[in-house]
């Protein structure tokens, strides 16, 4: 059987660019896998494993240039947005360097001996080890912050666990330069290139899932393909972790008092985050609850004008393109449902910006008819839904699955906790998200220690996070070491803590 | 249709004692869970949360008579062990009131913002909220600690989490006493009672892992079962985790070293750790890696000696003592295994302790023959398996599953770090485990923060523990709070931190 070429496609065009690499075949996974399980010891030497994320990084700065065409000519995503991914995935990889040497992500914990309890207490020491090779299937819309040398990955190898990346079919160029260079990162630090290796195609994809030697995933993409991935990774004869993220609406809300003060300012704020990389982030706000009035009317009338400024935007394949279009026009031909600004197809490769909207009240009382509107529509566009009353909007809210953010847009006097919605609506959107926003916007998911991104599924399948410090909490698992003499415990454990690590000593 | 009646059995005699319940329909399943998690908001108060875990223990310890008098009555572990377990529940809800207290678990972290970042890092509060309603299904073993009032519950409830209870139907009257109890200490610290709820029966097992409301589950319970559950979990519309504990061969391996140094003591100990309890410890030793040679034969002369002057003793129930004869049996009747003291069948309603013996190198050729040899026997049994060298005793190590123990016996040189297999076996065993036992046995597991009582599958479903401190970690997931003015942030993310709580902030 021939191979299957793995083609690079422009999406400003549509027209097949230059053939990068075949798909997997079973045994080209098989293969990437067991070289990848041999690395485990060598990549059990923290030094190293320091030493190559930070390598990683600076190989990938040194490359920008190269990095950036590549991803622009694949995603049309632009320079400028791509050179910001990049410095993000260079600070990533540099901040889980850092984890590394900190140590606290062991969660190492020392029980002394206790005889007089009931039970008597031997002696305990627990720190967290690797779990093994880690699946990781890359984004369609982060070519780099969440692809081949992205958050998963990072977090990955820095917990010590060789990766195999299941590449996006939309960036296949990109996915093979970023591997070479994480490659021959590993190889100057002194490890082995099969740390990391990439296979490339759909059924590659489900052979990485069910190998035996594969012992934990991190996904990021739709609700169907994640959820197939999770059933497989379920159904193995051993289960193992899979954190995918999969879907998100983002609702925000704007209360009254906020829409009176500043409608202007949030209509554009919301034209701009919604637009933002055509629409493409998953955290893009999807479902905005908008007062009816005055105030709603201002606000809606400065994101009709916001929206309709913004140039058409090249989507990442046309199948998206198709996608977005089909879905927008299925949610604009529900009765009630208006396009103040019609989102939809602009040239023959772009689509443009817009937004419709409907009043709660249908979303709340025929909830079937509308159901499609309270799912995500991958693209540039948002539902603005007017409510009556707090009661409404919190009506709404309530028929929502889980999201990765909940956005609240609330009046000064609100913020500073005078009596109103506001204070109710945080407990509701809690339930509801991962992380809450409160006057700022979903999109820019900052790479910080107390970041969260996940969320109730469909947001996340599992309560972990993708981006932030405790994203590499996902590929270890604890092991306690009872009366273990000094000489035979991990250096990680030893009393005269040889590597300088913070753990917590129950005396 | 009549409702099914839950009966208490004798396993001494067989005998029906009493009618305690009826099996739950669907609608008392839906019932309880519904009001379950009504109590959730009640159930937030931090305060009364800590009360109702201190007030749940005093009023077990008050009731210590009743409570040891129907566990003993219906699972025949007797009194002294059944007040040692009644302690160790009552310390596992202090121990959990405490952490409450403390905080830690929370897991606050605090990013201050800074615009100097690429890209900028707003303000982020982050800790940890309770998932919802949690489903715990009891063990048969643990009438107490692994049960009604036992470590799944209290922890889920220190997490602000209700839970319902799958009740065992080896112990349904202990566990409606327990539950009533549970529930009076709920009122009394000014909780709703609901806050904790008994169902009974196979079916309500199922009904309650795929109810909406559920949103976390607990298990510890046998491989088939608890797979069922956990696919069931896994297959939900949205799907939850699921945290059980399914089985374990907890290998023991004695180096040549340790048996020609203290043969006869880890003989008896080793006796003394399979028999205990009528050898229904999850963590029982199941194979045993013995050298040939002379002190091996001493070895297992002791083990003899031990296991043929243990009195025969009563299995939880009838269908146990017959899946326990059954297979010893089974295991028996392989070629060149032998049975120095044969267990199995003692009086009508005892068995008798004893162990099997096999050749390492058959374990490792004929793999598949002797596959069962492998798998945990639950009751009075331990396989010991004569290796000829190191190799051969790793190599049979590396065809076990996931364990929730696994032991060494070293001699002292080698604990001094002498040479010897000693180191390598430590590696090669922490990777099969939870938890490594040097010198010790792995039946007693304490209750303490640095405590993992889990492992990879089968040994646990998850890589979370059901004993100790982290337990709690499991009914909880991380929230981030972007921008969100003081007085909108919940209090134990306040920049003025008025409950105290530890953090780590990120300047």
Same mark, same amino acid.
């Given at each position: ?19 990068? %690499?075949?798909? &997997?075949?079973?045994?080209? $996974?098989?293969? *990437?896998?067991?070289?990848?399980? =041999? !690395?485990? /010891?060598?990549? +059990? ?110 977090? %990955?190898?820095? &917990?010590?666990?060789?990766? $195999?990346?299941? *590449?996006?079919?939309?960036?296949? =160029? !990109?996915? /093979?330069?970023? +591997? ?113 009035? &005055? ?6 009338? *400065? ?7 913004? /140039? ?196």
């Amino acid at each position: 059987m021939a191979a299957t070429p793995v083609w690079s496609v422009d999406p400003r065009t549509g027209k097949q660019r230059e053939q990068v %690499a075949v798909e &997997a075949t079973p045994q080209d $996974v098989d293969r *990437a896998v067991r070289a990848a399980h =041999a !690395t485990r /010891e060598a990549l +059990a030497d923290r030094g190293a494993r320091i030493a190559f994320l930070r390598t990683a990084a600076a190989l990938l700065d040194e490359a920008a240039g190269a990095v950036v065409e590549a991803a622009d000519a694949e995603t049309a995503l632009g320079p400028g947005r791509l050179t910001g991914e990049l410095a993000r995935t260079g600070y990533q990889l540099r901040a889980f360097a850092d984890a590394v040497e900190e140590g606290t992500y062991l969660d190492i914990r020392i029980d002394r001996a206790d005889p007089a309890l009931t039970p008597p207490r031997p002696e305990l020491r627990r720190y967290k080890i690797p779990l093994g090779v880690v699946a990781v299937y890359a984004a369609s819309n982060f070519p780099l912050a969440f692809s081949v040398p992205g958050g998963d990955t990072a977090s %990955a190898l820095a &917990a010590g666990c060789p990766v $195999v990346v299941k *590449a996006h079919p939309d960036h296949p =160029a !990109t996915s /093979e330069l970023c +591997a070479s260079l994480l490659r021959r990162a590993a190889e100057r630090s002194g490890l082995p290139a099969d740390v990391v290796a990439v296979v490339h195609g759909f059924d590659a994809g489900l052979e990485l899932i069910r190998h035996p030697l594969v012992s934990a995933a991190g996904f990021t993409g739709s609700i169907r393909g994640g959820r197939a991935l999770f059933d497989a990774a379920a159904a193995r004869p051993v289960p193992i972790p899979f954190h995918g993220e999969l879907g998100s609406l983002n609702p925000v809300v704007v209360t009254e008092a906020a829409a009176a003060e500043r409608a202007e300012e949030i209509g554009a704020g919301l034209a701009g985050s919604v637009a933002l990389g055509v629409g493409q982030f998953c955290v893009k706000p999807g479902l905005v609850l908008v007062p009816e009035g &005055a105030g709603g009317d201002r606000l809606t009338g *400065a994101l009709a004008k916001g929206l309709g400024e913004t /140039e058409p935007g090249v989507l990442l394949d046309h199948r998206m393109r198709e996608n977005f279009v089909a879905g927008v026009r299925e949610r604009t031909a529900l009765p009630g449902v208006a396009a103040p600004v019609t989102p939809g197809a602009g040239g023959e490769h772009t689509v443009g910006a817009g937004f419709l909207t409907v009043s709660a009240r249908s979303l709340v009382e025929e909830p079937e008819r509308y159901e499609v509107l309270l799912e995500e529509c991958f693209g540039p566009v948002t539902v603005v839904a007017r409510y009556a009353d707090p009661q409404e909007a919190g009506a709404v809210l309530e028929r929502l699955s889980g999201n990765l953010s909940a956005t609240l847009q609330v009046s000064a006097a609100e913020g500073e906790g005078a009596p109103g919605p506001a204070a109710e609506l945080i407990g509701t959107v809690t339930a509801l998200a991962g992380r809450v926003v409160v006057n700022g916007w979903p999109t820019g998911v900052a790479v910080a220690p107390a970041q969260h991104h996940g969320g109730p599924y469909p947001a996340a399948t599992s309560h972990s996070t993708s981006v932030g410090g405790t994203a590499i909490e996902r590929w270890l698992r604890p092991v306690a070491y009872q009366s273990v003499p000094e000489a035979l415990l991990p250096p990680e454990l030893r009393e005269a803590n040889p590597l300088g690590l913070p753990r917590r000593v129950t005396p």
